[in-house]
């Protein structure tokens, strides 16, 4: 199997609820540093097919492979190839993941948010990790905010402490479910403004967003997803200016009020 | 001062007010302590016998069957002596000594001050061992909702796992438990279970000791109140865990953690605060249920005022029980409003 290039890779990822087919044999190769995001409209299956690669969702059927190395196969709603516990866990920590309702933990403080993972998953020395949450926190702009609890921030704050969060295991791939959506549209801003800059870095990044603005700008390919498979895919140019798939033609007349 | 009055009488703001909270409270003790210092002492109580009453007294010095009884109680500010001679011929006096002056309690308010203060005493369990009266209620509801929560917490881990085995243990537990009577379950673990596995809880203690029998109880006691609030808290510690919303555990997934470290370090303690008001509520219920122990021969408050209405024929018995439950309630329900206040801090 040669998927070396590619830092993430799916086969045939299929979904089912009972009857409800959520994702249909979705194929997807991502390379290293590439920016790609997820648009479509909602119940086309984008949030779950982000989910289900850190399996936070079940697949019912396919393959995924992180790094070029098998990290799950499952048919017919059974694992087929078992990996073993310790590889898969190091795959799952090749990617950090940021959700529209932040989920920080509210009982921590922004800095314990952060450092917690790093300490109890990876077990790192404290102070290092001290160190470089501190250094995440600058990074973000919150430096000051460290000892605040996160309910006390505001939604912009909370969501570039989830990403300080994300980023202190070190990932090689970030998924972003919908990031913005669940902000006041004032604080939109800092949280792209802090996923571009990752995305200048050479992060790889996944994407599910309806900030239309912010996959022009930053991404080097997007996915249209309805009805749990790709309609369309290409660059921003492609997908934005010259859509071929009708569906994708009606899905960004309405967003884009055109 | 002014100002100082009507923060006060302003009993709704007390809360908020700690500083004027704790004035009134220093108040009082001061107030309490300068009474305690005026209280009259013991050998001025016993000297306020009747010439008659003396006579007596000094008969009995010698003869070895005594006649007069005398009751001696003090308690905080006040106290009480009461002389009451058998016989064809029998007297009783009582007195009341307060701020340093001495009342004749025979009759009227003197009589009602005198027994609530004696009742009172007996049933805070003055003079006696800790397995008496108030001592005894406090000890068996503080550990039992100790085992109970600690238990409860085991049993409602397990009764959301999913391992159907356990999960269906610990719900049958629950169900057992929550659905029987809490003084059959006493029945069985103070008659039956000895019975069966041929011991008696006085066993437990050394032979010479004249308490164990209570204290074979006490532990008997123990072992039902706290199975039995396992089962009560178990639910309520579920409902706290279940409550957290999922983006809890995903958050804990997509971080690497597993399953053990996610409830330990994330939900567990999220939960407490939420379990911090039900838990309040089982603690005062399972204070009450405390007076079950009657029926294992255990003198709790109720068990101790229950006698006193029988032998004294005195109705007036209830009215200090229900001021020591009330006080004891007060008292919980305050120390639970500041744990739930300490873990809101990030609310």
């Known amino acids: 199997m040669a998927q070396n290039e590619y830092i993430l890779e799916t086969e045939h990822v299929s979904k089912r609820f009972g009857d409800l087919v959520v994702l249909k044999d979705i ?38 492979f992180i790094k070029g190395r098998l990290f799950l196969h499952r048919e017919k709603d059974h694992t087929v190839e078992r990996i073993d516990k310790e ?20 009982h921590k403080t922004v800095l314990q948010n952060i450092m917690l993972a790093p300490i109890e998953v990876k077990h790192e020395d404290k102070e290092t990790v001290k160190k470089e949450a501190l250094e995440l926190l600058k990074k973000v702009g919150l430096y000051d905010k460290a000892n605040e609890f996160p309910n006390h921030l505001s939604g912009g704050q909370q969501q570039r402490v989830a ?96 | 001062m002014k100002t100082f009055l009507k923060e006060l009488i302003d009993i709704k703001n007390w809360k908020k007010k700690t500083k004027v909270t704790w004035c009134v409270v220093l108040a009082v003790f001061a107030v309490c302590l300068v009474l305690s210092f ?57 007195y009341v000594g307060f701020a340093g002056k001495i009342f004749k309690a025979d009759t009227g308010v003197g009589k009602f001050t005198g027994q609530m203060v004696n009742y009172t005493y007996r049933m805070l369990g003055s003079g006696e061992n800790i397995l008496h009266g108030a001592k005894l209620t406090l000890f068996l509801t503080t550990i039992s ?45 103070y008659f039956t279970v000895p019975a069966v596995f041929g011991f008696a809880w006085r066993d437990l203690f050394a032979a010479g000791d004249d308490q164990a029998v209570y204290k074979g109880a006490f532990i008997a006691a123990l072992i039902a109140y706290g199975l039995n609030s396992g089962a009560y808290c178990a639910e309520i510690v579920r409902a706290a865990i279940q409550s957290i919303e999922k983006g809890q555990h995903e958050a804990a997934k997509a971080l690497g953690m597993s399953y053990g470290q996610t409830m330990k370090m994330i ?81």
């Not at chain 1, 995001?37 to 399996?55: D, E, F, H, V, W």
């Not at chain 1, 590889?87 to 509210?106: D, I, S, V």
């Not at chain 1, 996959?215 to 140019?237: Q, S, Y």
């Not at chain 2, 209830?318 to 990030?346: C, G, H, N, Q, R």
Request: glycine content about 4%; overall charge neutral; hydrophobic content about 45%.
């Open chain 2, 145 to 189: 909702m100790v085992i109970g929560v600690a238990l409860g917490t085991v049993l409602a881990l397990g009764k959301i796992s999913k391992n159907k085995v356990i999960s269906k243990i610990c719900s049958s537990y629950i169900f057992f438990f929550r659905g029987t009577p809490l003084m059959i379950q006493l029945f069985v673990v």
């Open chain 2, 267 to 347: 939900i567990l303690p999220q939960s407490v605060r939420r379990m911090v008001p039900p838990v309040c509520n089982e603690f005062v219920m399972m204070l009450k249920d405390a007076s079950l122990v009657f029926a294992i021969s255990l003198m709790d408050i109720t068990t101790i005022s229950k006698n006193i209405m029988t032998s004294e024929v005195s109705y007036n018995v209830f009215l200090p029980a229900l001021v020591i439950y009330l006080i004891i309630t007060a008292f919980f329900t305050w120390i639970f409003d500041a744990i739930e206040k300490k873990f809101s801090l990030y609310e």
């Open chain 2, 38 to 94: 005026l209280k009259p002492s013991e050998s001025d109580m016993k000297a306020q016998a009747s010439a008659e009453m003396q006579e007596l007294l000094k008969k009995d010095e010698t003869s070895s069957r005594k006649r007069v009884t005398v009751t001696y109680n003090s308690l905080f500010v006040i106290n009480y002596c009461s002389f009451s001679s058998s016989g064809a011929n029998a007297i009783s006096e009582k």
């Open chain 1, 87 to 106: 590889t898969q866990k190091a795959l799952l920590l090749e990617m950090g993941m940021c959700f529209q309702r932040f989920n920080l933990f509210p």
């Open chain 1, 27 to 64: 194929n997807l190769q991502v390379k290293k540093g590439e920016v790609i995001c997820i648009i479509g409209p909602s119940g086309a299956g984008k949030s779950t097919y982000l989910r289900s690669l850190n399996q936070l969702e079940t697949i019912t059927s396919g393959k995924i």
């Open chain 1, 163 to 258: 990403i300080a969060r994300a980023l202190a295991m070190k990932p090689e791939i970030m998924l972003f479910d919908e990031p913005t959506s669940a902000l006041d549209p004032e604080l939109v801003g800092d949280v792209l403004q802090v996923m571009k800059d990752l995305a200048n870095e050479g992060m790889t990044m996944l994407v599910v967003t309806h900030e239309m603005g912010f996959a022009k700008e930053v991404a080097d390919r997007v996915l249209f997803m309805a009805d749990g498979i790709i309609a369309e895919e290409g660059t921003p140019d492609h997908i934005f200016n010259h859509p071929e798939n009708p569906r994708t033609q009606s899905f960004l007349r309405s967003v884009l009020n055109v």
